[in-house]
């Protein structure tokens, strides 16, 4: 992270030191090369933001399909509760009925939890399709933020060769496409 602010620091001063030259056309450049740097760091957070998020997600989703594999443990001891009181009730005797009910009990419990487990999945299934969102939004970005990268390295040209203007025209170009990245990585 350090790194990139430094390179924002050293863009501004060559703007700074093709501003004392009094060339109005380096001034423009200069003023594009801080207006792409702008662009760059604001989409460079977003890039952050969204890498956090895809994380985040992927964690969540761990800890949910956590959560629905203790469901379906509990579920499967309840189905073996339920079955167990089933074969005593089947042996007959004063407790048959007692056995019954205990087996019943535990079949409604097994389908309500077997319900909770479903619903947990599917929150996990949820939060991995966030990731994979948000994962796909950080590559787009780093892509848009690279191009303005190079867009104000490109932009730099024109004031180290003096005023050309097929560097500037080019940056603005790459700037382009970098915007156009990055609103894509929304769309």
């Given at each position: ?11 501004a001063?060559?703007?700074e ?6 060339n109005?056309?380096?001034?423009t450049?200069?003023?594009t ?8 760091a604001?989409?460079?957070s977003f890039e952050s933001?969204?890498?956090a ?6 964690s969540e ?19 073996i ?7 005593a009730?089947?042996?007959g005797g004063p407790?048959?009925d007692?056995?019954?009910a205990k ?10 939890i077997?319900t909770?487990a479903?619903e ?5 299934d949820?939060?991995?399709r966030d990731s ?6 950080h ?7 690279t191009?303005l990268h ?11 060769t003096r005023g050309?203007r097929?560097?500037w025209l080019c940056?603005?170009?790459?700037g382009?496409?970098?915007?156009v ?7």
């Amino acid at each position: 992270m350090e790194d990139t602010t430094q390179e924002h620091l050293e863009n501004a001063e060559h703007a700074e030191h093709a501003a004392h030259d009094g060339n109005p056309f380096l001034i423009t450049v200069s003023v594009t090369i801080a207006v792409l740097a702008v662009l760059a760091a604001t989409i460079g957070s977003f890039e952050s933001l969204e890498t956090a998020e895809a994380i985040n997600d992927k964690s969540e989703a761990a800890y949910l399909q956590n959560r629905a594999s203790d469901q379906w443990a509990f579920y499967q001891a309840k189905s073996i509760k339920k079955n167990a009181y089933e074969i005593a009730a089947a042996g007959g005797g004063p407790n048959k009925d007692d056995f019954l009910a205990k087996a019943k009990h535990n079949d409604d419990d097994a389908k309500a939890i077997q319900t909770q487990a479903v619903e947990i999945e599917g929150h996990v299934d949820a939060k991995l399709r966030d990731s994979e969102v948000r994962a796909h939004r950080h590559h787009v970005l780093t892509l848009a933020v690279t191009l303005l990268h190079v867009a104000i390295a490109v932009a730099t040209l024109s004031i180290i060769t003096r005023g050309r203007r097929w560097p500037w025209l080019c940056s603005l170009a790459l700037g382009a496409l970098g915007l156009v990245a990055a609103a894509f990585a929304y769309v």
